[in-house]
C-alpha cells in the first residue's frame, strides 16, 4: 500500500472526500495494525460552512481545521465520541472530511458505521488531534489493487441546525456497502 501525500489533501474539500472512498485508514497502536477502508465520508467546506465547526471561527478546538492540509482534526462529541476528520485545502482555509465509516480489512472488530464507532473500533481518539497523516503510525493508503465503485451523494447527518448547508449533497458513500451507517 502506497501513503497518500500532502498534495491529495491541498485541494478542492468535496473532490477529496469523494477520492478518500477506498482508501486504507491506517493505525499503529500498542503493537497492533489496524486497516480500515473508507466507505463513508462527509465535506466540510470552511467558515462559510454553516455546519462546520470552524464557522465559528478559529479557536482552541478548531485550530487544526485551520492548519495545513493533510492532518487529522479529532474532537470529541456528546461528550464520548471521538470523530476523525482529515484536513483539506491549504492552511487557514480550514475545511476537512469527516471519516463516517469503514469496512474492517485487518484487526478492527466491533462497529465501525458511525465516526464515533470506527474512532473506537480504530483506537483513535483526541490524542491523536493535529497528528500528521504522513507519519508512520496513522495514515491514509491508496490500497494495492483498486475495485470500482458507484458514489452516492447525501445531505450531511445531523447538522438540521446549518440551515441550507444541511441539505448540501456534501455526504458521499459507496453504493451497497453494508458498512456505511445510513443508507
Known amino acids: 500500500m502506497t501513503r497518500l501525500p500532502r498534495n491529495f489533501y491541498d485541494r478542492d474539500t468535496v473532490l477529496v472526500a469523494q477520492e478518500l472512498l477506498g ?10 495494525e489496524r486497516v480500515g477502508r473508507i466507505v463513508e465520508v462527509e465535506a466540510y467546506l470552511g467558515e462559510h460552512d454553516l455546519a462546520a465547526h470552524s464557522s465559528k471561527g478559529l479557536t482552541k478546538r478548531t485550530r487544526t481545521m485551520f492548519g495545513p492540509p493533510g492532518f487529522a482534526y479529532v474532537y470529541l462529541i456528546y461528550g464520548i465520541h471521538h470523530c476523525l476528520n482529515v484536513v483539506t485545502e491549504p492552511a487557514g482555509h480550514a475545511a ?4 463516517r465509516a469503514v469496512e474492517p480489512v485487518k484487526n478492527v472488530t466491533g462497529r465501525t458505521q458511525g465516526p464515533g464507532r470506527l474512532c473506537r473500533a480504530m483506537s483513535i481518539d483526541r490524542r491523536l488531534n493535529a497528528h500528521d497523516l504522513l507519519s508512520d503510525d496513522l495514515f491514509i493508503a491508496q490500497p494495492e489493487a483498486g475495485e470500482g465503485f458507484a458514489i452516492v451523494k447525501r445531505s450531511r447527518i445531523g447538522v438540521d441546525y446549518a440551515g441550507h448547508w444541511a441539505k448540501r449533497l456534501l455526504r458521499f458513500y459507496i453504493k451497497g456497502n453494508p458498512f456505511v ?3
Open 181 to 183: 451507517s445510513r443508507p
Open 96 to 99: 476537512a472530511v469527516l471519516l
Open 23 to 32: 482508501k486504507w485508514l491506517v493505525h499503529h497502536a500498542g503493537g497492533v
